[in-house]
């Protein structure tokens, strides 16, 4: 569950230390369920059937919580 204090904001790209890879925030949908408050993220991918610049734009929604301890980073705050 992502707790009050997490710093990602909607429209923020950051960096996770876990995956290796940027996202941008798209959304915090909270669930009357175990999920709680969770975190919607937009990430692309680079497709490996094709060559670049072809990628594949996914989004997942999950309780991740921020692990600066593993690396996770702001790139850009919102506008």
Do not use: K, Q
């Not at 909607?10 to 949908?29: D, H, K, L, Q, T």
Request: hydrophobic share 30%; glycine share 10%.
């Amino acid at each position: 569950m992502i707790g009050p204090d997490d710093p990602r904001r909607v429209g923020g790209r950051y960096w996770s230390g876990y995956w290796g890879e940027e996202y941008e925030v798209i959304a915090f949908p909270v669930f009357d369920d175990w999920r709680g408050r969770s975190i919607t993220v937009r990430r692309r991918e680079y497709c490996v059937h094709h060559t670049p610049p072809c990628v594949f734009v996914r989004t997942a929604t999950h309780g991740t919580p921020w692990e600066s301890r593993l690396g996770d980073r702001i790139i850009a705050e919102p506008a």
